[in-house]
């Protein structure tokens, strides 16, 4: 199996987008909902999340770990709606690609259901009430076109295995077959 390095500057163009994507959420924010507004303290932890994502690709539980921890402390100090979600998606995208995944995934299940039960507390609603369709959905939403794009990439190593074996295959029996007699053309 051939593994792609894929450039720093792809890890660097996530992070800016991201950062400048929860900076825009914390900037707009919903208005006139109860709460903090935003000062540097929320712009600082949003763009904290965005700059965890470098490490991604290779700790992606451990990303997903502190980009939660920060997403819960932002809502502890009770931030002003739109909160900055972009980092969680993409923490929660790289936890359901990678390889090795067990813990990241059981991380991306406290973080789904502490959302689910924090919206639930706060707004009074039953358990499947239309109140959920928030980040909650979008959270398991995430992980499934993960989990897609996962299988997809296994499916397509497996393709491209079987292909060489049988291209190898192939030109063992043309080497193994006796040649062909000369024809005459008389």
Known sequence: MRI??????????????AGSANTCRIATGTPGTPGRSADAWAYGLGLAMALCLVGRRRWPALVLAMVSAMWLVFHFFDYPGGAPAVAVWVALYSVAVAQRRRI????????IFSDAAGRLRHSGAEPFDSLLD?????????LLLGEAVRSRRARRVEYERRIAALTEQRMLSREMRPSEPARSTV
Not at 4 to 17: C, E, F, H, Q, T
Not at 134 to 142: K, W
């Open 134 to 142: 928030g980040s909650t959905v979008e959270f398991v939403a995430t």
């Open 104 to 111: 990241g995934l059981v991380l991306a299940g406290l973080l």
């Open 4 to 17: 792609i390095r894929k450039p720093w500057s792809a890890d660097l163009a996530v992070v800016v987008v």
